[in-house]
């Protein structure tokens, strides 16, 4: 278990004499968010230290998947790794939003944009494995795995993190330590960052299926009133589905067997993929709101899961923590480059007031969209109807919307400029 030293801000003559810090900078956390900051500082001359508890990620033990938007593939292309990911994922090329069984469809479909994709769909693992392995190419990066933090203590020049290796603790002197370990973030809850939000009273099942019918490179929303239904596209014409319910109705439909479970799905996703064959198990999780009150502290940066969580509605959450860890990357790589301290406050702020306000817009947006339509308050149902009809004929709605849900809304970090 992390036992981390509760954080205090330093004060200036709370300070160690310089004796050479072992790295710049400790990744506490080896998944998506953790390996893409590494990879996208790899050319920064910063020496860094990634540091991952488990040894097999429990989301590839659940076959976890992510709707990866237009954004995320640029800061990936940036990077240099999007060519390792590309042939392992799938892409969709178009969107269907629908309101339970309101004719009115909105499509969204690469014309709108002039692009060849909308944006991808990848298994936990075809992201990961990549990302380590390209990570492993880094010569200026030091993973542990399997390594605990053990603790931690904050000082005015540097942070020292005493880490558990192979049974033995070894102390760890840096120049900035960033949490990317998570929604449950040992290191945010040690410094005493506090959060806001919500438990939604809804939670969100997963499975994949394959479809008797091709699944045509279409991801689709649909709207129910007990919560949004998502159907995202997958190599081998699979697809995965992502479906929000009330916690009772959610247990209810997980403790159905496989062919009641089945029929119960078909109403929901309909016949224009023939019938459905259930592939593996199905998982459920409660779905949650959350907002950090700070990105960071002196020393200490919070990015992914760590600083925010999302409803899975469109498909956000993965996304906003691949913009957050381009954005910091971006940060420190321009303070490292005009000599600044790359731990310090000031400098960490320029990250935190970049991503904080970008990140509780999404948030607020997947809200709005569930309470929107997961009700059957009439003059609500007449609301979003009446604003689905408008969208579909008015393209420059149609095209913000669209922009605003695959990431191309915001500042655009230089590793996506430059990809």
């Known amino acids: 278990m992390v036992q981390v030293q509760s954080y205090s801000e330093p004060s200036p003559t709370q300070t160690i004499p310089e004796q050479g810090y072992d790295c710049d900078l400790v990744i506490v956390g080896g998944g998506i968010a953790g390996l893409t900051l590494a990879s996208a500082l790899k050319d920064s001359g910063l020496r860094i230290l990634l540091i991952e508890a488990r040894e097999k990620s429990a989301a590839v033990a659940k076959g976890q998947a992510y709707a990866v938007h237009m954004l995320s593939a640029l800061i990936y292309q940036g990077i240099g790794v999007w060519d390792k990911i590309l042939p392992q994922i799938e892409t969709y090329r178009r969107v269907r939003l629908s309101d339970a069984d309101y004719p009115e469809v909105v499509e969204f479909n690469t014309s709108d944009l002039h692009t060849q994709d909308l944006g991808y769909v990848a298994e936990h693992q075809a992201l990961l494995y990549p990302l380590q392995e390209f990570v492993q190419g880094c010569d200026n990066v030091t993973v542990l795995c399997p390594a605990e933090v053990v603790s931690t203590e904050y000082f005015a020049d540097e942070v020292c993190v005493a880490v ?165 990357a971006q940060v ?68 913000f919307t669209l922009k605003l849900m695959i990431g191309l809304k915001g500042r655009t970090p230089k590793l996506a400029q430059n990809s």
């Not at 558990?164 to 949490?179: D, Q, Y």
């Not at 929901?268 to 199905?282: C, P, Q, T």
């Not at 321009?334 to 702020?349: P, S, T, Y």
């Open 332 to 399: 420190i790589k321009a303070a490292h480059q005009a000599r600044e301290d790359i731990g310090n406050l000031q400098v960490l702020k320029r990250y935190e007031r970049w991503r904080k306000q970008e990140n509780l817009a999404i948030l607020g947006f997947t809200d709005l969209l569930d309470r929107m339509f997961s009700n059957n308050f009439l003059p609500l149902v007449m609301l979003r109807r009446l604003g689905l009809w408008i969208m579909q004929r008015v393209p420059l709605l149609k095209i």
């Open 164 to 328: 558990k290796l192979a049974g033995e603790i070894r102390t760890v002197r840096s120049k900035l330590m960033v949490a990317a370990d998570g929604a449950r973030s040992r290191i945010r809850e040690a410094a005493g960052i506090k959060t806001r939000g919500w438990k939604y009273w809804q939670s969100c099942i997963v499975a994949f299926v394959k479809p008797e019918k091709s699944h045509n490179h279409t991801a689709y929303e649909k709207f129910w009133s007990s919560g949004p239904f998502a159907i995202l596209p997958l190599p081998g014409n699979r697809c995965r589905i992502v479906w929000t319910a009330p916690h009772e109705e959610a247990q209810a439909l997980c403790a159905l067997n496989d062919e009641q479970f089945l029929a119960e799905l078909t109403r929901r996703y309909g016949k224009e993929m023939g019938k459905l064959e259930l592939l593996g198990d199905r998982f459920i999780f409660q779905v949650r709101l959350m907002q950090s009150d700070r990105y960071a502290l002196h020393r200490l940066a919070l990015v992914g899961d760590a600083a925010h969580n999302c409803h899975p509605v469109g498909g956000q959450g993965l996304n906003l923590g691949i913009r957050d860890v381009a954005a910091l």
